[in-house]
């Protein structure tokens, strides 16, 4: 069984902002924007640079709660994300993701995972991939958004898109940014199994010309557990050539499946 930090290490892949912000609701169809508009509209607001340096405070809790501690996200558009965790001075551990493969080491159990996504994919109940990895991280819906599978309600300052056909192995939702056109909140729920997969977005601040989250708030459960973290990012530049130093320590013990 994974330790906490382990868990600290998956969620801290899936997030990045603040304060959630309640909206008042509406069930009236949307009738001043047609759909293909709306997502024409969120297209058009997707993620454009090449890189991202960014710097945050994490908070972690399960079971039980962990300290706050800093970490240093790095990614190169579709290629790579990285990750490094640290409290005070000392180094706890990197994480780094490639479209085909995930690895991570924590410096606390001595302990690395090499190998696909099957970790990630187990931890959260549901299978994920390196573009949905990327697309939570930047504030975009991890499925593919279009007219055939969806229909558009309205919410004060927000769209609901709700899928037209029923999954038969989990629901999923979506809430979009009605002025900025980016995700508020996105779910994936499993209800045989008891399980939810749950992303807010309480806030975004423009950087340069984009739109990018200022926090994140990930809730993971299950009918045993309940995990969630906060992520406030404290700096975040765009476009920097960056490097992504990771090398496994010797000795250390594989966490195999």
């Known amino acids: 069984m994974l330790k906490k930090t382990t868990y600290l290490f998956i969620l801290i892949v899936f997030i990045s902002s603040c304060k959630t912000k309640k909206n008042r609701t509406s069930d009236t169809n949307t009738s001043h924007m047609f759909t293909s ?101 930047l504030g975009e819906a991890i499925f593919n958004l279009n007219e055939k ?15 037209k056909i029923k999954n038969n192995l989990f629901d999923i939702s979506f809430l979009l940014n009605a002025t900025i056109f980016k995700i508020n909140k996105q779910e994936i729920r499993q209800e045989k199994e008891k399980k939810l997969l749950s992303i807010t977005y309480p806030e975004y601040k423009k950087i340069d010309d984009v739109y990018f989250p200022t926090a994140i708030f990930v809730l993971a459960e299950d009918s045993k557990n309940t995990n969630t973290i906060i992520i406030d990012y404290t700096n975040v530049v765009f476009n920097l050539d960056l490097s992504y130093p990771f090398k496994i320590p010797n000795g250390y013990k594989e966490i195999k499946l």
């Open 37 to 137: 508009k709306i997502i024409a509209s969120y297209n058009n607001y997707s993620f454009n640079k090449k890189t991202i340096k960014a710097t945050i405070k994490a908070k972690y809790k399960g079971k039980s709660s962990l300290p706050s501690v800093n970490v240093s996200l790095r990614i190169k558009k579709d290629e790579i994300i990285w990750v490094s965790i640290s409290k005070s001075i000392f180094s706890l551990g990197k994480l780094k993701i490639t479209p085909n493969r995930v690895q991570f080491y924590n410096k606390l159990q001595q302990e690395y995972f090499d190998g696909d996504f099957s970790l990630l994919s187990n931890f959260l109940g549901t299978e994920v991939n390196f573009k949905q990895v990327q697309k939570i991280l």
């Open 149 to 163: 599978d969806y229909t558009i309600k309205t919410k004060l300052n927000e769209y609901e898109f709700i899928p």
